[in-house]
């Protein structure tokens, strides 16, 4: 195993200057391993509340007016509403420079009486369950802001087999470079799961609104490039699921 870890931290070394295929570059020879954000130690932490329903309209507006006291002491990606895929939740993404920051935050907001007080309190009885995941950026991804607001996202998680970047690092990045040539998608960030479901990616994308996202959803259907490549990807993929997100007010990305 040790072995195999430094094997793909020396494969994955060779993709540092290879940036989001989005531009149409070369692809062939990236790697999907986190080996370079390992080393560099920023990672994102994904979020779920599952919200109780009736409680939901609360839930978002106690966050809108406190949301600030959080945001104080780490950097917020982004935070969403669940449109489709899962009724009553938010997801939102929090950027850490370490597993020592995030301890620290953590810490931080324990001893914070304005926070436990002001939304902690108020905030946990709106909820029935949350989750959270830590994930890396893939190599060849970066953080792209759309390039307009008022859109909506679409949180695409796809649950490969065991095995690792090595076994199906390639041809997943094929797949996702296809939909994001000029005129499909607008992608804004690929992750790779390091705490939580392992062999999981998302693919975090942007569109002007839900009817543009099925109109590129159709063309993709009847283009052969999109097709071939999904076809090699598939072939490693055991599930996957979307969903489809509005961005809140208070949210950096929109």
């Known amino acids: 195993m040790f072995n195999i870890r430094n094997a793909l931290r020396r494969a994955t070394a060779q993709a540092d200057s290879v940036v989001f295929c989005r531009k149409g570059r070369e692809y062939s020879r990236a790697s999907i391993s986190t080996g370079p954000q390992q ?7 994904f979020r779920t509340y599952y919200i109780k329903p009736h409680l939901n309209a609360a839930f978002h507006k106690l966050t809108n007016e406190k949301i600030h006291l959080r945001t104080a002491l780490s950097e917020l990606v982004g ?3 669940v449109e489709y895929g899962g009724l009553n939740q938010v997801f939102h993404i929090w950027k850490y420079e370490s597993y020592a920051q995030r301890a620290a935050v953590r810490a931080a907001l324990a001893q914070d009486p304005n ?5 902690i309190s108020k905030a946990m009885p709106m909820l029935s369950s949350q989750d959270n995941e830590v994930t890396y950026l893939v190599p060849w991804s970066k953080i792209q802001k759309p390039p307009k607001e008022g859109g909506v996202y679409e949180l695409v998680s796809f ?4 095995g ?8 997943f990045q094929g797949a996702v470079c296809t939909h994001a040539a000029p005129g499909y998608a607008y992608p804004v960030g690929v992750f790779h799961s390091e705490f939580g479901l392992l062999n999981r990616l998302h693919v975090l994308w942007w569109y002007e609104n839900a009817d543009q996202r099925a109109a590129v959803r159709h063309k993709a259907h009847s283009d052969a490039r999109v097709v071939s490549a999904v076809r090699q990807s ?3 993929l055991e599930s996957q699921k979307n969903k489809l997100l509005f961005p809140c007010s208070y949210s950096p990305l929109k």
């Open 39 to 45: 080393q560099h130690e920023t990672f994102y932490e």
């Open 79 to 81: 935070y969403w509403s």
């Open 115 to 119: 926070w436990m007080e002001q939304y």
């Open 159 to 162: 649950q490969m087999k065991p």
């Open 164 to 171: 690792g970047p090595a076994v199906w690092g390639q041809s």
């Open 234 to 236: 598939v072939a490693y």
